[in-house]
Structure formats: structure tokens, C-alpha cells
């Protein structure tokens, strides 16, 4: 009985997982079809991948995009951490939901009321529109997101452990760095990679506020479906995927192997 | 109540970032919701918004969208998120949810179109069990199906954390008191994810709230949303006065279910010990 | 904890890592502080071959970005605090831009090449002489039909769109100009029309049409077209020759009695730094043989009569991208409206868009 039920729960993570990537394997797929469109499949070929290799704009496009999610997201995990850890302070229900509320205003924002607002923002200032504006633009706009993953870890943690911990002398940055962090951080790596995925996904904001030759990738993606999205975008989002799946599988297996040898070094210290 | 140690300097580019990348943006949107196309004072925006069947049906549609489509993510995604936190490599299935995140929104709803168009592989399925082929694009279904699947990584992160938490303990204690499975998840599992479950809801139902892009690509502008209102007003009207209007509609409407959904933060350390 | 920091840490790396690089493929693809020329443009707008034989030729380096609409595009240059050269405005926003004081008349004595053009394209009512425009491409509003579905020569009329035959079968472009546009035609008025009853009446119009539309959707008309989702579409004939390239069966009308003419053309933005590029890069644009090459890349139809000579017959002969001086005759220009009217457009197309 056990067993069968096993074997339903797989098969449902497997249906998830399959339509997960289908439109995924659809668009590799046709990243190696002859002709321009994805309608039907025309017979092989790696030509789009040499028009690719060949398009250095796009590959400096590419570059800026990667640059900017890794920055921003890096950075507004940071203070998105730092903010939920405050938000999680504030016991008055009134205050809490204020914040709360103030935190989500640019998640429930369409993106061009946001990039505009960003835009009008910058151009008052007279901040010339480029990397550093559309930096702080992800940020911005990520920070949200990375409250609302840490957050729930924040309120599971027990205010017994904080007391023991404190019971025990424990300075601010010890209670920090040793307990509350390594407590919250799957909730801090959740909010790191959905702040990446929304700077990789962002077209409208990032399309106002930036300028002077510095593209990203959705921009360029945007843009250019007017004159019908060509399939050497195709064979670009597959090569993007394959690294990101080969940089998944490597870092957990890695860090599976780091902490295997950890282990046996504690057991044989403890010997 | 435990005092906490951690330091208001620590919050300082927070604050900061509410101030100006929030307050000011927001009162900018409000003060723009002021102002008629020829840049004059006015209240009627306020007022068309209010007396216009069309906003009010696009409020109507907006909000229950992204009910629909948080109800379904959540329906897919909680046991998808149960199940994966008994996985020998939970935290690699984990990241390979949220891979497909990556890859450019508007190429995923073209492999969509591509996917459910007449000859498209969806509908060789349906042909070959004997179904045979089906209108699926620009149908309610297949704009919720997209929309949903667009969401369900934002569902499972913090559902499988919050499951990750749950000491087994609980459950092994719930079972020992003789409690059948469902008494289980629904007295014991269930109200102990509930803030991850929380977490996701609002990581979810507040940005489908301002949907547009999908409504017209998959849906074929069947369904009109506040989303669609606004972009037409920035983008085509140019009429920043009406657009910035919806925006604070939205802003509103998000503000009253954060009440509903943010009930009483628990206190620390009143959990069964 | 330590995790953390060793994450932080090969982030910082790798970022180190991606902007060293950035920076080394950009200065070695010569970009050099005055010789440049920033163009502001629609996506895949122009042949990238034009562009390196340009940056080869006179040692300039051209920055392009893109954007893809020309309200999106009104809003960045109005606001400033970039610094694009050129960009290519539909003629409806160069008269709004004009209006709002963006646009930099050109130096006609610095123009070689004005000769090449149809003069059927010049001098157009949007920009009197050529003021502060060259035209870059031009085109119509039709219909396009599949000839599995639809007899060729059975739909000529935007009427013909309305017959109870064609339920569920027509597709939209997202456009409240282009949709209020062609009913406003059907019932032989001007697609500039003010007057308020004749909207309503057409928006009245288009509730009738309801019933034989499919979607309303943008740019992905194009993938749903030639992936034969629907036999019938309106759509401009840029789009329109896209599809008729991926799928054979596609083919494209101009109704008889009248349609929109439009034209995307070049324009200098009041944000303009680097003069010598730009009218370097307009005088080898209108070269013959180089618009030629962009026109059969991009495929819409060039307005350099010169150009057009050169193109191979099929392309040159094809009426329906370069139609006969009768219906050309027919064909209307988009001006820009007060910002009410476009209002009041806009308004009667969502309530369309919301009961169809």
C-alpha cells in the first residue's frame, strides 16, 4: 500500500516537472530548425547558433544582463534580509501592516507605472539613464520579493532559541551571524533566486530607465517582436538554460561532496 | 515578549529604499491621479473610475483572476512542494523549479502559442486518445493554465520551506495519538505551513492582480484586466492621469487583502512545546 | 554562515568576472568616445551588415538600442538623460513630437541622396518639405486571408469582414486606430474623424463585428497566422510580409475603398550630440543600393524609388506591398489627434474589446 502510494506522488512530480519544461524543450528544439519561425520543423541545422557566435552586441547584451541579476540580486537580498529582520521587530499589528503593505506596493504595480515613476525619478535628479539606473531599478523592485520569502522564516523561529541564545551571552552580531542567519537562510537563497528571476524576466522597467547603449536581454527580446522574434534568440535561451542547469547540478553536487567530507572530518575529530 | 537584538542601523538602506524607491514613487502616482490629459486639477478620474461599467467589470475580472489563478497554483503546488521535501535531492529538485524562471517570459508564451495552436502537440494528444483537435488558444482554460504555470515556482519555494521546518516529531506524535492522515495534514501539517502557504499567496495573487501581458497573448484580450487598462493608458492614450488612477485602485485593493491575509502575527515561542 | 559568505563571495567574483569581460568586448569592437552614433530604433529594425559596412566605411561605431512602441519611445526622449542620435517615429508621432518640441530640423544641405526618393512620399502632411523627416519605410493597412479557408478574391471589402460566414474567424490587430480606423472606413468616413457621433457609430459597428472575431492580439498575430489558427486577419503590411514569407497559403488585400497609408521614418531627437555621424549615417542610408539591401532584409516596402529599382521583380512587382496608383490614391495618412480625440478612440475600442 505504501509502496503504490510511492509511486503516484513520483508520477505527479513527474507530470509537474514535464510541464514544467515543456515550452522550454519546445523553444531548444527549435533552436536547431531550418527557416525563421517556430511553425513546423524544417530539418537540422546549427546555423542559428553561428549567427549568435557572431552577434557580439548580443553577446555583450547578454553579458549586461547577467551582470545586473547577480548585482541586484545580490544586493537587494541583502537588504531585503535586513529589512524583514526589522519588520519581524515590529510586534504593533497597525505598524506591521503598513510596512508590509509599503513592502508589496511595487509587486502589485503594473511595470510601466513603475519604470515610469523610476523614470521621472531618475531625470529629476539629472541621473543619466544607464547600468547604474537600471541597477538600482532591480533592486528596487526586487527587494519585495526577498521580504516576503524571508519573512516567514523569521516568524518560525522560536523566541526560546533567541532567549537560550542570549541566556548564553551572546552579542548582536553572534545572535546574528550564528543563530538568526543560519536559520533564515533557505528563506534568504529563496528570495536570492526569485530576485533573479524577476531581473531577468523585468522588460518595462528596465526599458525606461535605461539609456546611453546599455541593453538587457528582455528589452532586446521585446523589441524585436514587431519584426517577428528570430530563432538565434531560441538558440540563445537554450545555451543560457543548459549553463544554468549545468551550474545548478555542479554547485549541489559539489557542495554534496563538501559536506560529505565535512562530516567524516567531524566524525574522526570526534574520535 | 523576547526583545530582539538586532540593531535599527541594520535596517537603514530598508528604510531608505521604502523612502525613496516606495513613498516617493507613491505619492507621485497619487498626485499624477490628480490631473486630466491637459494637465489640469481634477476629480475626475476618480469619478469616471467609479461611474464607468467598464472599469468596474475590469476590477471585477482583475480581482477574480487572480483568485482563480492563485487557487490553482496553490492546488499544483502544494503537494508538488510536499512531495519534493521527501526527495533524496529536495534542494536540487528545488532549484530545478525554479530554473525554468529564467528563460524569457514572452519565448515561453510563444512555445504556449506554438504548444496549443490547431496543430499544435496538444492537440495531436487530444487527436490521438480520440478527443480529436480543440479550440485551446484564446480560451479562458488555456489563459489560466499559462498563468498558473507562470506562478507555481513563486507558490513552492516558501510552501517547501515552511515544510522543511515541520519538526517530524509532530507528525509522528500526531500519528502515535491515533489520528488518521487527514487529521493529520489538516490539524497538524497544514496550520504549521501555514505561513509559508501565506507567503505564497501574496507572492502570487498580488502581482496577477495587474496581469496583462498573458490576457492578450494567450487569451486574445477575451478577458480585460485593470493590467490592461493601465498599460493602454501609459502606453497609448498617454494619459498618465487615468493610468496612475487604476494604479492607486490596485495599490488599495492590495493594501485590504494584505489585511486579510496578515491576521495576527504569532507570537513567539506559544507553539506546542 | 559560511555559506553565505562563500556565496557572496563567487557572486562578487563572477560579477567581477562579467563586467571585465563586458567592458573588453565593447572596447574591442572600437568604440571610441566622439566617433560614435547612437541609434534609437524598433527591434531588428535594420540589416546588422548595413551596420558594419557603415562603422567599416566612415569609422564611426553605432550603439544601438531599441524600443518597441512609439508612445514608449515618445516618453524616454522627452524625459532625457540619454543621448540618442536618430530614431524612427511612425508619421502620427512625429507630428506629436514635432508639437512637443523634441524633433531638430534637418540640414537639407548636408542631405545627398533626397533625389532617390518617390516624391509620392515626400512632402507628406505630417512634416511639410521634408522638414525633419526621411522616410525609412512605408506601408498599408489589409486583410490577410488563407487561401485553404478563403477563395481568393472573395475578400476585397472591409465589409465583407461582417458576413455571418466568417464567424469566429477573423483575428484583430491590437490597435484602437487601426480597429476604430477600418470601420470608420466601411462607412466611407475619414480615419481622422472627429466627430463624435460617427465614432460612437463606428464603435457600434464593431460590436457587430464581435461574433466573427477570434482575438485581439499584437505582434503574435503573426504566429498565430502562419501557424493557420484563423483564415482571415487585419493587420499592417509590414507584419503582413513577414507571414506571407513563413506561410504560402497567406495573402495580403488592400481594400479598394480606402485604407491607412503609414511610414516609419528617421528623425533627429532633440537629445542629439554627434552631428557629423548622423548625417553621415542618413546620406548612406538613402544610398540606392544599401536601402535596397535593408529592404530585402527587413522586406516592407522602401519609399527610395532608386532602391526599389534595384530589388528582384518579384518584389518590385508585387502589388500587394507596392499597390497601383488607384488604390494609393485611396489611401489615408494617420494624423495626430488632440489628446481628448485619442482618448475618445481609445475609450470606444476598450468597451469593444470588453464585450467582444
Not at chain 1, 504595480?109 to 521621472?120: K, Q, T
Not at chain 2, 498599460?231 to 488599495?252: A, K, P, Q, R, Y
Not at chain 3, 527591434?43 to 524600443?67: M, S
Not at chain 3, 475578400?155 to 476604430?180: E, F, P
Request: net charge neutral.
Amino acid at each position: 500500500m505504501k509502496k503504490h502510494r510511492f509511486s503516484w506522488s513520483h508520477l505527479y512530480l513527474v507530470l509537474v516537472f514535464a510541464v514544467l519544461y515543456a515550452p522550454i524543450l519546445f523553444l531548444i528544439v527549435y533552436s536547431f530548425s531550418q527557416g525563421n519561425s517556430m511553425d513546423h520543423f524544417h530539418g537540422f541545422t546549427l546555423q542559428h547558433y553561428q549567427e549568435l557566435f557572431d552577434d557580439r552586441r548580443m553577446i555583450v547584451i547578454v553579458i549586461n544582463t547577467m551582470l545586473i541579476a547577480l548585482l541586484s540580486a545580490l544586493i537587494s537580498t541583502l537588504i531585503g534580509t535586513l529589512g524583514a529582520l526589522q519588520i519581524d521587530k515590529t510586534t504593533n499589528k497597525l505598524t506591521r501592516g503598513t510596512i508590509l503593505s509599503l513592502n508589496n506596493i511595487l509587486m502589485v504595480s503594473p511595470d510601466v507605472i513603475i519604470g515610469a515613476s523610476f523614470l521621472i525619478f531618475f531625470t529629476r535628479f539629472h541621473i543619466g539613464l544607464g547600468f547604474w539606473t537600471v541597477l538600482l531599478s532591480h533592486i528596487a523592485f526586487e527587494i519585495p520579493i526577498v521580504v516576503l520569502m524571508v519573512l516567514p522564516r523569521l516568524s518560525e523561529m522560536s523566541g526560546t532559541m533567541l532567549d537560550a541564545a542570549e541566556d548564553l551571552g551572546a552579542t548582536n552580531w553572534q545572535m546574528l551571524s550564528r543563530v538568526i542567519l543560519p536559520f533564515i537562510s533557505p528563506g534568504i537563497f529563496a528570495g536570492f533566486f526569485m530576485a533573479l528571476t524577476y531581473s531577468l524576466d523585468d522588460f518595462a522597467v528596465t526599458f525606461f530607465v535605461t539609456g546611453n547603449g546599455f541593453s538587457t536581454l528582455s528589452v532586446e527580446i521585446y523589441s524585436r517582436a514587431r519584426q517577428g522574434i528570430s530563432l538565434e534568440i531560441n538558440a540563445l535561451s537554450g545555451l543560457m538554460f543548459i549553463f544554468a542547469l549545468g551550474l545548478i547540478v555542479g554547485y549541489y553536487f559539489i557542495q554534496q561532496a563538501n559536506q560529505h567530507r565535512l562530516q567524516k572530518h567531524q566524525k574522526s575529530g570526534a574520535v | 515578549m523576547p526583545h530582539r537584538h538586532t540593531n535599527w542601523l541594520y535596517g537603514i538602506p530598508y528604510w531608505l529604499w521604502i523612502g525613496l524607491f516606495v513613498i516617493a514613487p507613491v505619492a507621485l502616482i497619487i498626485y499624477q491621479s490628480f490631473f486630466n490629459i491637459d494637465s489640469h486639477f481634477t476629480l475626475n478620474n476618480y469619478a469616471t473610475y467609479f461611474h464607468s461599467g467598464t472599469y468596474l467589470q475590469m476590477t471585477v475580472n482583475s480581482v477574480w483572476y487572480a483568485l482563480l489563478v492563485t487557487f490553482f497554483t496553490l492546488l499544483i503546488s502544494y503537494p508538488a512542494a510536499y512531495i519534493m521535501s521527501h526527495l533524496k535531492h529536495r534542494d536540487l529538485w528545488l532549484l530545478l523549479i525554479i530554473l525554468p524562471t529564467w528563460i524569457n517570459i514572452l519565448l515561453k508564451a510563444y512555445a504556449f502559442i506554438g504548444i496549443f495552436s490547431q496543430a499544435g502537440i496538444a492537440n495531436q494528444f487530444l487527436t490521438l486518445i480520440g478527443i480529436g483537435p480543440r479550440q485551446l488558444l484564446f480560451t479562458k482554460s488555456s489563459f489560466l493554465f499559462v498563468a498558473t504555470y507562470i506562478q507555481i515556482p513563486f507558490m513552492i519555494l516558501p510552501i517547501y520551506n515552511a515544510i522543511l521546518d515541520l519538526s517530524p516529531s509532530y507528525v509522528n506524535a500526531s500519528r502515535d495519538l491515533g489520528a488518521t492522515n487527514w487529521q493529520t495534514f489538516w490539524r497538524v501539517i497544514w496550520p504549521l505551513t501555514l505561513p509559508g502557504v501565506k507567503s505564497g499567496i501574496q507572492a502570487v495573487f498580488i502581482p496577477s492582480l495587474s496581469l496583462f501581458m498573458l490576457t492578450r497573448l494567450i487569451g486574445g484580450n477575451k478577458i480585460i484586466t485593470l493590467g490592461t487598462a493601465i498599460e493602454e493608458h501609459f502606453l497609448t492614450t498617454m494619459n498618465w492621469g487615468m493610468g496612475s488612477t487604476i494604479g492607486v485602485v490596485l495599490i488599495i485593493a492590495m493594501v485590504i487583502i494584505m489585511i486579510f491575509t496578515n491576521s495576527d502575527k504569532p507570537t513567539k515561542g506559544d507553539r506546542p512545546s | 554562515m559560511k555559506k553565505l559568505t562563500m556565496t557572496i563571495i563567487a557572486i562578487l567574483v563572477t560579477c567581477g568576472l562579467l563586467a571585465f569581460s563586458g567592458n573588453r568586448l565593447q572596447a574591442s569592437s572600437g568604440e571610441s568616445g566622439a566617433k560614435v552614433l547612437n541609434l534609437y530604433n524598433w527591434g531588428d529594425y535594420i540589416d546588422p551588415t548595413l551596420i558594419t559596412k557603415f562603422e567599416k566605411q566612415t569609422g564611426y561605431h553605432v550603439n544601438v538600442e531599441t524600443f518597441d512602441s512609439n508612445e514608449a519611445m515618445f516618453t524616454k526622449i522627452k524625459q532625457g538623460g540619454t543621448n540618442y542620435d536618430l530614431t524612427v517615429p511612425s508619421e502620427y508621432m512625429i507630428e506629436k513630437m514635432k508639437a512637443s518640441h523634441l524633433l531638430v530640423p534637418l540640414d537639407q544641405s548636408r542631405l545627398h541622396g533626397m533625389a532617390n526618393f518617390d516624391p509620392r512620399f515626400l512632402n507628406q502632411s505630417f512634416d511639410r518639405h521634408n522638414t525633419y523627416s526621411i522616410p525609412y519605410f512605408w506601408g498599408t493597412l489589409g486583410i490577410i486571408y488563407n487561401d485553404q479557408k478563403i477563395k481568393p478574391g472573395s475578400v476585397t471589402h472591409w465589409n465583407q469582414l461582417w458576413q455571418s460566414k466568417y464567424r469566429d474567424d477573423i483575428m484583430l490587430i491590437d490597435s484602437a486606430r487601426d480597429v476604430m480606423g477600418f470601420s470608420l472606413i466601411s462607412q466611407g468616413q475619414s480615419v481622422n474623424t472627429t466627430n463624435s457621433a460617427k465614432l460612437e457609430a463606428a464603435k457600434n459597428k464593431l460590436d457587430r463585428l464581435s461574433p466573427n472575431v477570434k482575438a485581439i492580439v499584437a505582434d503574435e498575430i503573426k504566429m498565430y497566422m502562419v501557424d493557420d489558427e484563423a483564415p482571415l486577419a487585419v493587420d499592417w503590411s509590414g507584419e503582413a510580409s513577414e507571414m506571407l514569407a513563413k506561410n504560402d497559403h497567406l495573402h495580403y488585400v488592400v481594400p479598394e475603398e480606402g485604407s491607412n497609408l503609414w511610414f516609419d521614418n528617421l528623425v533627429i531627437p532633440k537629445t542629439a550630440k554627434h552631428y557629423d555621424a548622423i548625417y553621415a549615417f542618413l546620406n548612406f542610408m538613402m544610398e540606392p543600393k544599401n536601402a535596397a539591401q535593408n529592404a530585402e532584409y527587413i522586406g516592407y516596402a522602401t519609399p527610395n524609388q532608386k532602391a526599389k529599382a534595384l530589388l528582384p521583380k518579384s518584389i518590385r512587382d508585387d502589388r500587394q506591398f507596392y499597390p497601383d496608383q488607384k488604390t494609393l490614391s485611396h489611401l489615408e495618412v494617420y494624423q495626430d489627434l488632440s489628446p481628448d480625440k485619442v482618448g475618445e478612440y481609445n475609450d470606444l475600442y476598450l468597451e469593444f474589446k470588453m464585450h467582444h
